[in-house]
């Protein structure tokens, strides 16, 4: 038996035990179609991160809601244009704020195969021009309770301060609760795998096209929590560094971007399909 549960009382351990077979059996996730290889991977689910009173963070000239949101909708034309057998769904379409639960909510209500966040990186460094200044690419996949929290995982999370009773609201990701820390571990060990090959073939296309990489890292992120399906953060680029922020915030470069996700998507649907 796991040592997690043996450190259990037992009266305990069978009541972890009970809420997380009722939790796990009432949670709407998607079907489980590793019998049917050719159509399990059906419904990208795209969330432009931020968005009305969360601007996320800036540039010398743009915002992270602003950039994310661009990204998405042209790689949602990008699917449908050259992946036309793929369902897409985006969390949000316009300027409109959208709390991060529901975010992971609307791509299990459309039973997401496939969930990619689009987001923009930050370092403390101000805006002013540095040639030592961070850039580039990082891909974030979820992971529970870092020994150390990093900055990526802090300034994305941060979000939920803005919302409504937002500590009533995200009781159910407490880490320090047994019966969520188990249940949140189920969720990471089922869809893990999938979540850093994903994240493994976009920092591959990522240093194909020439872009400078930190690489894919596992970090707390709440969107990516309660997601039941592979799941990755894209950080396409420093928007505080005025060399990425001027290739994000550009057309050239956001097409080169939504390129890339292209790429590292249709090698996915291969690679899961024979899996």
Known sequence: MNKTFTNLPTILLNSVLAVLYISLNSFTTPPDSSKNPAFRFKTVVIDAGHGGKDPGTHGLHSTEKEVALSIAKKLRKAI??????????????????IPLDERSAIANR??????ISIHCN????????????????????????RSAEQLEAIRENSSIYIEKDYQAKYRSYDEDDPVN?????????????QSILFGDLLNKEFKNGGRQTIGVKEQSILVLAHSAMPAVMIETGFINNPRDEDYIASDAGQDEIVQVIMNALKEYRVETAVQ
């Open 80 to 97: 449908q244009e050259q992946m036309p057998i793929l369902n897409v769904v985006m969390t949000r379409t316009d300027d409109t704020f």
């Open 110 to 115: 459309h039973n997401g195969n496939l969930f």
């Open 122 to 145: 930050s370092s403390p460094e101000g805006t002013g021009y540095s040639d030592h200044k961070q850039k580039g690419t990082l891909m974030l996949v979820y992971a529970l309770h």
């Open 181 to 193: 820390r188990i249940l949140m571990n189920a969720y990471m060990h089922k869809y893990r795998k």
